[in-house]
């Protein structure tokens, strides 16, 4: 009989494969074993640290064969400040892994036999892509003030010193806070307030800013896309790949397959990214955001590229699609989809199988929760006809997919 496996067990194990989550797969014997940091082909000592009924979790002690996708991380931070998980995978096996991860959560969750998903769309900039990050700052009375990242709400705040996936001019801006902030932190900052949080924005990406200077103005950011200019809460959505945003932009337009007379509903518009390139190319555009200042921003930007026919929405997409759209009987024919990461709720996927447009296009950062309500549209009627996956997040685990659905 097989011996059962303990906590600081060590064992050799060869990973096959990297699940979605950025954790490397091996097997021993029957079980299971999740090893973060770990990429297919590798040859591993590692250390059981966590057990489950079906799985076991562990940790790297030794890398006896390296796998030949692997590769050098370039931050001294990695494996502890938890932003990236694939630094040390090449950058083409990290677009084969998203894509096979895409097919394999459509397969699994979204119980699609053979997924229709296409080569992912790569980054430009596999590194310094991002053009907005969010630090995190702790003071306590007679330090100096910490900076860095945070995983979650709850978790403690990892120090970094720069950055190695926001673009140059944000390292530059945290160099300038951290100068600002050096020093002994007064007792009484901010009533003893323990801690910030700062958003940083890049100059690239940005319009019509100044180098040295700081692309937010007042509480809006200026971004260019496509030679257009938007404008953004200073606190709020924006898309993070400053080098792949235009061709997200393409995709999405693409994807819609547009003939000039439709009604298009931009379900979860933020400050109007695709509504600003959707709008000339049909007869009416609907955009509906939970931030009403995201809302403001979108209406601007749509009325200073003198584009007319868009109507925007600030409330809950389930609740504008009852009563703006459901209750007065508004055609939709083609609807956008761009939710957070928790998907859509139960009541937009039942208000969008009554509103039957003929064409979805859902955009999302989760391919989980994208095939969980995937499933449910396709029950409702409508076949899945293209995933898109795009590399919005080199170095990390996270993949963004465009998919369409028509009826
Ligand atoms: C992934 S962002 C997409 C924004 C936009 N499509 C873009 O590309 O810039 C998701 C957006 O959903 C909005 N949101 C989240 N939950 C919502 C809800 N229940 N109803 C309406 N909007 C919501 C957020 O404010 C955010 O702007």
Not at 378 to 403: N, S
Request: glycine share 10%.
């Amino acid at each position: 009989m097989e011996k059962r496996i303990e906590i600081g067990d060590r064992l050799e194990v060869t990973m096959d494969s990297v699940a979605f989550g950025g954790s490397g797969v091996g097997r021993h014997g029957r079980l299971v074993l999740f090893v973060p940091f770990a990429v297919d082909g590798d040859t591993v000592e590692i250390e059981i640290d966590g057990i489950r009924r079906s799985y076991a979790t562990g940790r790297i002690c030794r890398i006896l064969n390296p796998s030949p996708f692997r590769t050098e991380a370039k931050c001294p931070h990695y494996e502890r400040c938890g932003g990236c998980q694939y630094q040390h995978i090449a950058y083409a096996h990290q677009l084969e892994l998203k894509k096979r991860q895409v097919g394999e959560a459509l397969a699994r969750i979204g119980k699609v036999p053979d997924p229709p998903v296409r080569e992912v769309l790569p980054s430009p900039m596999p590194y310094a892509y991002r053009g907005k990050a969010e630090f995190h700052l702790r003071f306590a009375p007679g330090k100096s003030a910490l900076i860095g990242y945070k995983e979650a709400a709850d978790s403690r705040i990892v120090p970094v010193s720069r950055c190695e996936i926001v673009d140059e001019s944000i390292n530059r801006s945290l160099d300038m806070l951290r100068k600002k902030l050096e020093g002994p932190s007064p007792s009484n900052r901010r009533g003893g307030k323990g801690e910030e949080r700062v958003v940083l924005w890049s100059e690239a990406g940005a319009a019509s800013v100044e180098p040295g200077h700081s692309p937010v103005r007042g509480n809006r950011v200026l971004r260019q896309v496509k030679g257009k200019i938007l404008r953004v809460p200073a606190w709020g959505f924006f898309q993070a790949n400053s080098s792949l945003v235009e061709t997200m932009v393409d995709t999405v337009v693409r994807a819609c397959a547009l003939s000039g007379a439709e009604n298009l509903l931009d379900a979860y518009c933020g400050s109007g990214l695709f509504s600003l390139f959707l709008a000339p190319r049909v007869q009416r555009l609907f955009g509906v955001d939970g931030d009403r200042e995201a809302i403001g921003c979108a209406e601007e930007n749509l009325r200073e590229e003198g584009v007319s026919n868009g109507e925007f929405y600030a409330g809950d997409v389930g609740e504008i699609l009852k009563k703006h759209f459901l209750e007065r009987k508004t055609p939709v024919d083609v609807v956008v989809l761009d939710p957070p990461r928790i998907g859509c709720s139960a009541d937009v996927l039942d208000g969008l199988l009554r509103l039957k447009p003929s064409r979805i296009v859902y955009i999302s950062c989760n391919p989980t929760t994208q095939a969980r309500d995937m499933r449910r549209l396709l029950d409702g009627g409508y076949t899945l006809k293209e995933l898109q996956p795009l590399d919005m997040f080199p170095q990390t685990k996270h993949i963004e997919v465009a998919g369409i659905l028509e009826r």
